[in-house]
């Protein structure tokens, strides 16, 4: 199965409002990465997390590695959040990415 | 400069022939990776390398071969290209262990 489940797989969201990803593991992950893939393909870094929480401007992580999974929130979204996002957790050397929340954010 | 390099962007190759991609990096990292991307399936590890002549198969191996000789350099292989190893493909750098992956751009490959 999915060792690295990303949910939900689409989103629609207006302008300003606010939503959470969520990412959930079944491999025992000592980090978390999320990526935003933009629509020329590029991978951003958004957030390198341990466990715990970070915030940088509208967005917040969280990485709770006792119970194997991480959320994304985004507050007021606007249009250039548009993408496709995408986590992957590291156990050791091996990097497993999930499957992507394609996210389209509209006026 | 920190930076990961994919050379080239975009190819067109006929089934059969051989495929070189290259990935070179800039910030002396130990670990690199190579991952395919297709439509819906997320990326998907092929090889990693730990340093110099010090290689890894990920979850799909099969149909590549890998070369790191240099520390900034990892290159891709594909000997003989198949019509369903049209794809993306992502190289990465990180600087140790479970630390942040830096991607390139990403090479379009398409076998025909």
């Known amino acids: 199965g999915d060792k690295v489940k990303q949910s939900p797989s689409a989103l629609s969201l207006q302008e300003g409002t606010n939503s959470a990803l969520r990412c959930n593991f079944s491999i025992a992950a000592t980090t978390v990465q999320w990526f935003l893939q933009n629509p020329r393909g590029s991978l951003i870094n958004l957030f390198y997390?341990?466990?715990g929480t970070k915030e940088n401007g509208r967005l917040k992580s969280t990485f709770n590695s006792k119970e194997s999974y991480s959320t994304l929130h985004i507050r007021d979204a606007q249009l250039e959040d548009s993408g496709t996002y995408f986590c992957?957790?590291?156990?050791?050397?091996?990097?497993?990415f999930g499957s992507g929340t394609r996210l389209l954010v509209s006026p | 400069d920190m930076k990961v390099t994919q050379m080239p962007r975009y190819l067109i190759k006929r089934m059969g022939e051989n495929v070189l991609l290259e990935c070179g990096q800039d910030m002396s990292h130990e670990t690199m990776y190579w991952y395919r991307q297709d439509p819906g399936l997320g990326l998907q590890l092929i090889y990693i390398s730990y340093d110099v002549d010090s290689n890894s198969e990920g979850d799909i191996p099969k149909g590549y071969r890998v070369s790191r000789k240099k520390r900034e350099h990892f290159s891709l292989i594909l000997d003989s290209a198949k019509t369903n190893q049209t794809s993306v493909y992502f190289c990465a750098s990180t600087p140790g262990q479970g630390a942040t992956l830096y991607f390139g751009e990403g090479s379009r490959l398409i076998v025909v």
């Open positions: 997390l341990v466990p």
């Open positions: 992957a957790a590291a156990g050791g050397y091996k990097v497993v």
